[in-house]
């Protein structure tokens, strides 16, 4: 009995107390490490001058260190990018960033995004090791926007931070699209003095202009044609009869390169004895959203016309989705043709375009941006005189074929224009970096733009760039380019937007 109460008073006493005593701690330390979350910021961080922001887990910000973004296919050429920088010293270089929406989830975007790092990289290569030491060397860096480039403002404010210290931000490239938000973050960024040269942005108003208030992004330059200047260049190409032509497009608003594109095409069209054809695509354009169905009582009408050249005003996904329908139209025994602007580029690698349409009747051509055949010679097709040159071309795939172990697809055209974006920036920056000066002055770079033709044009990859004074290619070479029935994109021949090539001095007429 004795020893039942020494156990119970006294041992089971002292468990209890070390229970409690154990708990305490427990309790404590999960208190402590409760109060330490609440009050600790959350690390959102992804690498240098890179973060989640707020509600997204995309990485966006800005970033030259090899950073790839979470996104597996840059990461080679992240590599490339880190170590060309590495290299560079202190004080003997000037930035150029690579403003794209790198982790855009879309299979179209994410293989142009590759393909215009590519080639931005090689002309940053080319521009290090391969031009007779000229100066300043060039550092490059790669800008996410997000996904529809709807971080576009956090990206472009983390840029006009960087042109003074040791960044010495002198240009931005990239912009590759021609939405309502890289439209506004090309006025940020010019607003700001920042040089801008768009790669692949086509809207007629993402541009400057003659006349009054037409100066609206002070500073920026462009490499490609407008959709005004592919849609004239595919009319001289196309002869194309109005009365046997119907449009096709797109009646969501806010999309330069569908709103602008549709106006080139209806001027183009004069007379035509149809109203345009209307479908409304999603507010994401990339998403499938069931404007096939619509498409498929399109093609009813359309083969209740006598239309034989289709025009179409629209993104890639609604292009494939309406060749889809079409090709499987009623008036099989019918041929028709249809043109549009520099999205077709995307059909070669869209896994959902139906390659039996193309063996029905039906052509698909567009007016491209840049097409690896357009400067090599073939036989009953020479290479142009004047407007580029086939060892501007030959250069290029010396410098691309260092992007990357495997060879670099050329065919849509999108590492051939960054290229050449690339040159044009490099181009001005040293044009305006004054003699025994290391670097030019921002506001040096912008005013570049108009001396930028002549014997001073840019020998580009995808032809010459002569500039006017607002910034825009005169007279661009226009490849035509047809999708083949096997998806792949057939080169048929240059345009031009005036019709005829550019004389050999390349100067834009008064009024240009």
Not at 70 to 93: C, D, H, M, Q
Request: proline share 5%.
């Amino acid at each position: 009995m004795l020893a039942w109460l020494r156990f119970h008073l006294l041992h089971t006493t002292r468990q209890r107390i070390t229970t409690a005593v154990v708990v305490l701690a427990v309790l404590g330390g999960l208190t402590g490490y409760v109060v330490n979350r609440a009050t600790t910021p959350e690390d959102r961080s992804c690498a240098k001058g890179v973060e989640r922001p707020e509600g997204s887990t995309e990485c966006i910000g800005v970033n030259g260190d090899g950073y790839d973004f979470g996104v597996s296919s840059l990461t080679e050429v992240a590599g490339l990018i880190r170590e060309e920088n590495r290299a560079l010293k202190p004080g003997e270089y000037a930035t150029v960033a690579l403003l794209l929406p790198l982790t855009s989830p879309d299979a179209g975007m994410q293989v142009k995004v590759l393909h215009e790092v590519q080639g931005a990289y090689a002309r940053q290569y080319r521009a290090n090791h391969e031009s007779n030491s000229e100066t300043p060397k060039i550092r490059l860096v790669l800008a996410n926007t997000g996904k529809g480039n709807a971080h576009w403002r956090t990206t472009v404010d983390r840029l006009k931070t960087m042109t003074g210290g040791e960044d010495r931000l002198r240009a931005v490239s990239g912009v590759a699209t021609s939405s309502t938000e890289i439209r506004q973050a090309v006025a940020a960024l010019t607003g700001a003095g920042v040089a801008v040269v768009g790669t692949t942005i086509t809207a007629d108003d993402i541009a400057n202009g003659p006349g009054a208030g037409n100066n609206r992004f002070p500073g920026l330059a462009r490499v490609s044609p407008t959709n005004g200047d592919e849609a004239k260049a595919l009319a001289h190409f196309g002869k194309v009869d109005a009365a046997k032509a119907l449009l096709v497009q797109d009646t969501r608003t806010g999309d330069h390169y569908t709103d602008t594109l549709k106006s080139a095409f209806a001027a183009s069209l004069k007379g035509a004895p149809y109203e345009p054809q209307l479908f409304t695509s999603p507010a994401d354009p990339t998403e499938e959203g069931t404007t096939a169905n619509t498409f498929r009582q399109i093609t009813h009408l359309i083969c209740d016309t006598n239309a034989e050249t289709v025009f179409f005003a629209g993104r890639h996904t609604q292009l494939r989705q309406f060749i889809n329908a079409l090709g499987s139209r009623g008036c099989a025994d019918r041929a028709f043709t249809i043109l549009t602007g520099d999205e077709g580029s995307y059909l070669g690698a869209d896994r959902k375009l139906n390659r039996a349409a193309l063996k029905a009747k039906l052509t698909v051509r567009y007016a491209s941006l840049a097409h690896p055949d357009a400067w090599k010679p073939a036989p009953g097709r020479p290479v142009p005189g004047t407007g580029g040159s086939t060892a501007a071309y030959d250069t290029f795939l010396t410098d691309i074929a260092r992007a990357s172990k495997k060879p670099v697809a050329l065919a849509d055209g999108q590492a051939i224009v960054a290229y050449d974006a690339m040159a044009t920036a490099v181009h001005a920056i040293r044009q305006a970096t004054p003699q025994g000066a290391q670097y030019p002055e921002l506001a040096d770079v912008v005013t570049q733009w108009p001396q930028v033709k002549g014997s001073l044009r840019v020998d580009g990859a995808s032809g010459w760039l002569c500039l006017d004074n607002f910034g825009n290619p005169f007279n661009k070479a226009v490849p035509i380019v047809e999708l083949a029935q096997d998806g792949s994109q057939k080169f048929v021949q240059i345009a031009w937007p005036e019709g005829k090539a550019p004389t050999k001095n390349c100067l834009p007429p008064q009024g240009g």
